[in-house]
């Protein structure tokens, strides 16, 4: 049951100074960080990343935008990582986002006004959707050298 996700801060969550608050987010929670770094990612490697999205209208916006400026990729660890991540993190488009999650805090627009602006829907983070995706991404984005193994006081006081 314990679990890792990739979270990446996208270039609109790092050009507006939210790195702290995001972040903060996933430590309050008690989830661990096993891996971080800044990224400055290329055409070729966000198209590896968003490979499954490569048929979709909104492909080459998307790309235009993950790779506009650099981004934070994070590796979460923590019981259902997965699921808690996406939960903390909200809906796809900020406008149905709750309130509480980092989407529904920090944006607001919906995906449909993005796709008639041409841009890439800015919705702050990437979290991986289901476990097989989050090993792919991990894999990508991350060597085992980057990734740490150690325990944190949640694990007395939260597990
Ligand atoms: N996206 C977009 N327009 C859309 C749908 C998605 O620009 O109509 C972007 C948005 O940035 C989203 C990303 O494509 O986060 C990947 O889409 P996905 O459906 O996988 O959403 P996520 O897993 O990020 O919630
Ligand atoms: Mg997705």
Redesign the pocket.
């Known amino acids: 049951m314990i679990e890792r996700s990739l979270v990446i801060i996208?270039p609109d969550g790092v050009k507006r100074c939210l790195v702290g608050e995001i972040i903060k987010r996933f430590e309050n929670a008690g989830l661990k960080i096993v891996g971080m770094k800044m990224v400055w990612a290329d055409k070729k490697f966000a198209e590896t990343h968003?490979k499954?999205?490569k048929s979709?209208?909104?492909f080459k916006?998307?790309v235009e935008?993950?790779t506009e400026g650099p981004v934070i990729a994070i590796v979460i660890e923590g019981v259902h990582a997965v699921d808690n991540v996406?939960r903390l993190?909200g809906?796809?488009?900020p406008h149905q986002a709750a309130p509480g999650t980092i989407r529904g805090d920090f944006a607001h627009i919906s995906?449909?006004y993005?796709?008639a602006k041409g841009?890439?829907?800015?919705?702050v983070v990437?979290?991986s959707?289901s476990k097989p995706e989050a090993e792919e991404e991990i894999k990508l984005w991350f060597t085992k050298q980057e990734l740490h193994s150690y325990k944190t006081v949640h694990e007395e006081h939260v597990f």
């Not at 841009?119 to 919705?123: P, T």
């Open positions: 996208k968003y499954a999205h979709k209208p909104f916006e998307l935008f993950i996406r993190i809906s796809t488009s995906m449909a993005a796709s841009l890439g829907g800015k919705n990437h979290a959707g």
